[in-house]
């Protein structure tokens, strides 16, 4: 069971198709959403880019594969988290089926009202005793399996996404 008061105080805001998380896999870009209240990450003098977001070997195994990365704003739906990235990476010819990843600081307040938002539109929720996860429902998605949906993890002060559940491990920045 999930105690609102106590997420609310304790833990930072972590598709039904992927165009609900606000990837569309189109090079064009998504329309402008309300923006939601962010935290302001502490400066770690390094610039939050597709590349710092994650842990560097991973990133040097991408570029090894010939992978490019597709940098675009943070988003919740059609919710735009300021001081966000959400990456894509991929073959430059098929960067619509590769792989994402993407991290924004939130307050605790947008937190509590995103992971609303997304259980309202069908996401699973599910916690332990650090972090609340957002996950698509598998049996609404088209992922192969249940560990292969697209999910959020919230903390406090920020919030990772990932193509899959596991995947947020990858995701290292902390602002």
Known sequence: TRMRSARTAVIGVAGIVLALAG???SAEP???GAPVA???PPSSGVEMNCD???RPSF???LKELGWVAQEAPFRIGEHVLDGGIQCVWGDEAGLDSGQMYGW???DAESAVEMQDYLETNGWVVSEDDEYVYVSEDPERSYAASPE???TYQFA???VALADTKSGLALVTWRG
């Open 23 to 25: 990837c569309s896999g």
């Open 30 to 32: 998504a329309p402008t």
């Open 38 to 40: 962010t935290a302001t």
């Open 52 to 54: 710092t977001i994650m």
């Open 59 to 61: 990133v040097e195994q």
């Open 104 to 106: 924004a600081p939130i």
């Open 148 to 150: 292969e949906v697209l």
């Open 156 to 158: 406090p002060g920020w």
